[in-house]
């Protein structure tokens, strides 16, 4: 082989062995050495906060506020001055007025960690959700804060045995329901009439604050089944405000109220020959007495404006009648008083309280006398129809008979309560 040739192959061949060499080297470690490596970062618990505050980093005292006490009197106890709390209270004017402190609240004073046990924040609820923080640290100040509610779904259902609110009770229910679904169906069913063997079926939601249950929120849906008869209401808002209407999309709201007031008993019927308690004779009655504790809220069955107000010697005491349209005209007689504001020529609306129960005139004790006129003749309040409120408007026609579907299906999947 030539000669040049071989010089070239021999520089090729150690030329290759280079780069193989090269390529082979074990590569750096570039990892950090185990000392050098920073830390794993401390991941701290989430702070236990109450009012904003975190709990643990106080000394909490709790108490309630007892009758007659005021805010000098619960922050003095703590080693507050007179001079701080006089402060407080003319800084605090503008967001919540200490002299409306009331009996029964609790209130909490959280205190530094230390061996001072510097009293550092006071917090006074005013209500299950609202609250008021006074600062007591250098700068004094007062704000507003509102606890967290949270909404839960719940079911129910029950059986009428001997009342609705019993029923409510042996079921473990809010007897606040019963109050709820008499306004819901006060324009259908009439709650004085239901009996043994009528029973429900409700899915409702219930407020809770720090897992205490604070009351009860909207009501989802109801089956009455009253007498055989199934009275469904489901609730849906078209847009102005929520209301209830049956399965059909038709509204539950009629024109007038069932009764002007809320629980109470039908002590005398309308007649044209009824035995007067007190003169002893018969004559007619054309109306209808709801007896109730004196003093008992009576509501107007529907807007109107009053006509009169005035007493009536030697028969129906004060009372209050209220024109609502062309057609009809209530009356309300044996009041012990009138509402503030009530005057003739006064506008109502549907469920403004216009007087209270009374034995006011020829009474023998405290009950409503209820009269209606229809065109000017009285008629029987328990017989009179009333025409509907506004139904499902076609375009809300698809959301509401969707939402109606999905809320029936759960509804009768809920046992009924067995006798």
């Known amino acids: 082989m030539h000669k040049k040739y071989r010089v070239e192959i021999i520089f ?33 618990p989430k702070p236990l906060l109450r009012f904003g505050l975190p709990v643990d980093s106080f000394v909490v005292s709790e108490g309630v506020v007892q009758r007659n006490q005021n805010l000098s009197q619960l ?44 009293p550092e924040y006071f917090i ?4 299950g959700t609202d609250y008021v923080v006074f600062t007591l640290r250098d700068s004094l100040k007062a704000y507003n804060g509102k606890k967290k509610v949270q909404v839960r779904i719940r079911k129910g259902t029950g059986r009428i045995e001997t009342s609705l609110w019993d029923a409510m009770n042996d079921q473990n229910l809010s007897p606040i329901l019963a109050l709820a679904m008499s306004d819901i169906y006060q324009w259908t069913l009439d709650f004085y009439g239901i009996q043994k063997g009528d029973k429900f079926r409700i899915i409702f939601e219930e407020e809770f604050v720090e897992e205490f249950p604070l009351g009860i929120g909207k009501i989802h849906a109801v089956q009455f089944n009253h007498r055989g008869q199934d009275y469904f209401a489901f609730r849906f808002n078209q847009g102005d405000k929520p209301d209830y209407f049956d399965e059909e999309g038709k509204n539950l709201r009629k024109a007038f109220l069932k009764s002007p007031l809320p629980f109470s008993r039908i002590s005398s019927r309308f007649s044209y020959s009824r035995m007067h308690p007190i003169l002893r004779y018969r004559r007619p009655h054309l109306g209808v007495d709801y007896a109730a504790p004196r003093g008992t809220p009576v509501q107007s069955i529907g807007d109107g404006i009053v006509t009169e107000k005035a007493y009536q010697q030697g028969g129906g005491g004060y009372y209050l009648k209220i024109k609502h349209n062309s057609v009809y005209t209530t009356t309300y007689m044996h009041l012990s008083g009138y509402a503030k504001g009530i005057t003739t020529g006064t506008r109502v609306n549907q469920g403004d309280v216009i007087g209270y129960v009374g034995s006011s005139g020829l009474a023998t004790g405290p009950h409503l006398d209820f009269r209606i006129s229809k065109n000017g003749s009285p008629v029987d309040p328990l017989k009179v129809e009333a025409p509907p409120g506004d139904s499902i408007r076609t375009e809300n026609l698809n959301d509401y008979f969707h939402l109606k579907d999905s809320l029936m299906n759960e509804l009768v999947q809920i046992d009924w309560v067995e006798r």
């Open 75 to 118: 922050l003095t106890g703590y080693g507050v001055t007179l001079g701080t709390i006089d402060q407080l209270a003319r800084l605090s004017r503008d967001t919540f007025d200490v002299r409306k402190i009331k009996t029964g609240r609790k209130y909490y004073v959280f205190r530094s960690s230390d061996s001072l046990l510097t």
């Open 12 to 44: 090729l061949l150690a030329a290759a062995a280079v780069i193989i060499g090269v390529l082979n080297l074990p590569k750096p470690d570039k990892s950090i050495p185990e000392a050098e490596k920073a830390p794993e970062p401390e991941i701290l």
């Open 124 to 127: 006074y609820e005013s209500s």
